[in-house]
């Protein structure tokens, strides 16, 4: 048994001393100044993949993966390493990211394929304030047409569906085509194409990238670089789960894991490793495309993944209601070279729902009250900014045929707290216990941790209007 840790539930950082908050104060507020008069406003690009857990880089200290791109840029970046998504799910993950907002709020939460009418995205509020907004990569139809972005994207559209098949459909500028590449190549492709465009105004591209982690299908002429039999294996693949909620038991997450033997799971993770460095490359491609155009000083760019994979962690396989490590964290950088530091690590806990109010501070745009994240400038001029919560939501809703399953989700810079609405409850101990393999929630030494935890988990859900809020 783990011994608990001794009260709070989440370590405060020390407060700075008065000449680094003046001199922080100064920074942003200069910055702020500059963005208010439109002079020197940002570009911002945002580059994101899809079920990438948490550790699968180089510049996070994976032993096996390359990723030389993305370690380059690490280098020239201020890393999260602790950035949550708001939902294991990734239509309604991409809601989150366009509003700042829970899914529960935007009605979202099973994959519903609309966003509400009227929504306030971050984008919208960028293309009003005089930004040229781009979208190229994946993308579901969470528009008023299927795969005919709006909220803001009127510049430039290259859109695919959540596949890496070769010869896919896809559609440029709002009309139909087929993808005569590999459709990560055809995204890179099409991000460069856009950048190249001469614009007179500020942009904002994102560019998402997509994965089949499944099954991936390599592009012609790409070999599998990893032998499965060198593949390493983390610990919890071959640990019994402890306590595992029943909820779970009959959902494919669960199913599809308990039925891979080991070789089974090295080959998955030696395909997956090698998509991974493919991804890598296309990256890369595009950062220097931009190096190339000059660029580099006057634009924000942000890397992060949009979900997490399990990959026989846990003995699970592919995703679902779980909260491990695997599935709900993934890396974030930011690199902007007249407020990051190069090579800069922030401990503190964030999430996807903070992007918003960071590229809507970014661009000078009042960030609307309906947004629940927090803005990062703050603690990425300080990190030991007090202002910032060192906490983290993240909810699941089973959508229609599927195993009913709603649970909700707590993560502190020590513990995460799951509660499934239908099932039994988790705790982890992420300080003493980082593989989460012991559910604490029944000792009686966490008794206290999983009380405040719990009202903690009740005022969230009260506040952004969850209506699985149970009092």
């Given at each position: 048994m783990i011994s608990p840790v001794e009260f709070p539930v989440s370590r405060r950082p020390a407060s700075c001393g008065r000449s680094r908050r003046a001199a922080f104060a100064f920074t942003i507020t200069l910055f702020a100044a500059g963005v208010a008069d439109g002079a020197n406003r940002p570009n911002i690009v945002l580059l994101t993949t899809n079920h990438q857990a948490a550790g699968l880089t180089g510049?996070?200290?994976?032993?096996?993966?390359?990723?030389?791109?993305?370690?380059?840029?690490?280098?020239?970046?201020?890393?999260?390493?602790?950035?949550?998504?708001?939902?294991?799910?990734?239509?309604?993950?991409?809601?989150?990211?366009?509003?700042?907002?829970?899914?529960?709020?935007?009605?979202t939460a099973t994959h519903e394929p609309r966003l509400p009418a009227g929504a306030e995205t971050?984008?919208?509020?960028?293309?009003?304030?005089?930004?040229?907004?781009?979208?190229?990569?994946?993308?579901?139809?969470?528009?008023?047409?299927?795969?005919?972005?709006?909220?803001?994207?009127?510049?430039?559209?290259?859109?695919?569906?959540?596949?890496?098949?070769?010869?896919?459909?896809v559609w440029l500028q709002g009309k139909e085509a087929k993808a005569d590449q590999h459709l990560t190549e055809w995204i890179a492709d099409r991000a460069n194409e856009y950048l190249a465009q001469p614009r007179e105004k500020p942009f904002f591209l994102w560019v998402n990238f997509?994965?089949?982690?499944?099954?991936?299908?390599?592009?012609?002429?790409?070999?599998?670089?990893?032998?499965?039999?060198?593949?390493?294996?983390?610990?919890?693949?071959?640990?019994?789960?402890?306590?595992?909620?029943?909820?779970?038991?009959?959902?494919?997450l669960v199913r599809k894991g308990q039925k891979m033997d080991e070789a089974q799971v090295r080959d998955a993770r030696s395909k997956y490793?090698?998509?991974?460095?493919?991804?890598?490359?296309?990256?890369?491609?595009?950062?220097?495309?931009?190096?190339?155009?000059?660029?580099?000083?006057?634009?924000?760019?942000?890397?992060a993944s949009t979900s997490g994979w399990a990959l026989g962690d846990h003995q699970l396989f592919t995703t679902g209601p779980a909260f491990y490590e695997e599935l709900i964290r993934?890396?974030?950088?930011?690199?902007?070279?007249?407020?990051?530091?190069?090579?800069?690590?922030?401990?503190?806990?964030?999430?996807?729902?903070?992007?918003?109010?960071?590229?809507?501070?970014?661009?000078?745009v009042a960030i609307s009250p309906v947004v629940h994240g927090q803005s990062l400038l703050p603690v990425l001029?300080?990190?030991?900014?007090?202002?910032?919560?060192?906490?983290?939501?993240?909810?699941?809703?089973?959508?229609?045929?599927?195993?009913?399953?709603?649970?909700?989700?707590?993560?502190?810079?020590?513990?995460?707290?799951?509660?499934?609405?239908?099932?039994?409850?988790?705790?982890?101990?992420?300080?003493?216990?980082?593989?989460?393999?012991?559910?604490?929630?029944g000792d009686m030494e966490y008794a206290a941790v999983v009380k405040v935890l719990s009202t903690r988990l009740r005022k969230w859900q009260e506040t952004t209007k969850d209506s699985e809020f149970r009092k």
């Open positions: 510049f996070e200290g994976h032993r096996q993966i390359k990723t030389p791109n993305l370690d380059e840029l690490a280098k020239e970046s201020t890393f999260f390493p602790r950035c949550y998504t708001p939902t294991l799910q990734s239509t309604p993950g991409r809601a989150s990211i366009l509003t700042g907002q829970y899914p529960h709020a935007l009605k971050f984008s919208g509020a960028l293309h009003s304030a005089g930004y040229v907004c781009a979208i190229v990569g994946q993308w579901e139809p969470l528009g008023e047409k299927a795969f005919t972005p709006d909220h803001g994207f009127t510049d430039y559209t290259a859109i695919c569906a959540p596949s890496s098949w070769l010869d896919h459909q997509v994965e089949q982690p499944e099954s991936p299908t390599l592009p012609p002429g790409v070999v599998n670089a990893y032998p499965p039999d060198a593949i390493e294996l983390p610990k919890s693949v071959k640990t019994i789960p402890d306590r595992r909620p029943p909820v779970l038991l009959n959902t494919n490793y090698t998509m991974m460095t493919y991804t890598d490359t296309q990256i890369g491609r595009v950062l220097k495309r931009m190096n190339d155009l000059n660029l580099r000083e006057n634009t924000a760019v942000v890397y993934g890396p974030l950088l930011v690199r902007y070279p007249s407020l990051t530091k190069p090579g800069a690590r922030i401990e503190r806990i964030v999430s996807l729902v903070d992007l918003a109010p960071t590229f809507m501070e970014l661009a000078g001029g300080n990190p030991a900014a007090t202002s910032h919560r060192d906490e983290a939501f993240v909810s699941y809703s089973s959508p229609p045929g599927e195993p009913s399953c709603i649970a909700r989700a707590i993560v502190t810079d020590l513990f995460k707290y799951v509660e499934y609405m239908q099932s039994e409850s988790q705790l982890y101990d992420l300080k003493r216990d980082g593989d989460e393999l012991h559910n604490a929630v």
